[in-house]
């Protein structure tokens, strides 16, 4: 075993000489939230979708939280990135977030940033864009949907997502 003694990049070049300026994104950055709801109807089917939050492409996602009244006795959800309807509506990464969650029990802010391990612990530091293996900055923003992979068929239910993010 070994004694190691590491720093996050912001405390590498904040004690670097000279001081290496931070982006704001990951220090001392302000944070802030989108949040949306939706009725999931009692007959939602797999493959069905709730866009419920839109942040821009450069935004770092610290949480995402997922509330949801109980769907009874099925219903489970991907949680993920979608294209706005102004840029196509097209599925980015159904599953960014979270895979196959279970919807069958009460749910109040639960956290599933990294449920599906696409967006990882390392991807924090990265802008949306990045952490979604582009290039470059589209400069637009993303719609954070549920897509249903296990049907609702027995009771309608609320869903919610709260977003927090810097920029």
């Not at 070994?2 to 931070?22: G, I, Y």
């Not at 990265?126 to 293996?133: C, I, M, R, V």
Request: aromatic fraction near 6%.
């Amino acid at each position: 075993m070994a004694v190691e003694a590491l720093k996050s990049t912001t405390l590498t070049n904040a004690d670097a000489t000279p001081v290496v300026l931070n982006n704001s994104r990951v220090a001392r950055a302000a944070v802030q939230q989108a949040v949306g709801f939706a009725t999931a109807d009692a007959v939602a089917s797999i493959g069905s979708t709730y866009r419920l939050v839109r942040v821009p492409s450069n935004a770092c996602a610290l949480n995402v939280f997922l509330s949801h009244t109980a769907f009874t006795t099925t219903g489970a959800t991907d949680i993920g990135v979608y294209q706005t309807a102004a840029n196509g509506g097209a599925v980015v990464d159904a599953d960014f977030f979270a895979s196959a969650v279970l919807l069958t029990t009460l749910q109040n802010e639960l956290n599933v940033t990294h449920e599906a391990v696409v967006y990882g612990v390392g991807d924090k530091e990265k802008p949306l864009w990045e952490a979604l293996g582009l290039a470059a900055d589209p400069k637009r923003d993303y719609d954070i949907a549920l897509t249903l992979t296990a049907a609702n068929q027995t009771a309608a239910a609320k869903v919610a997502l709260r977003v927090q993010y810097t920029q």
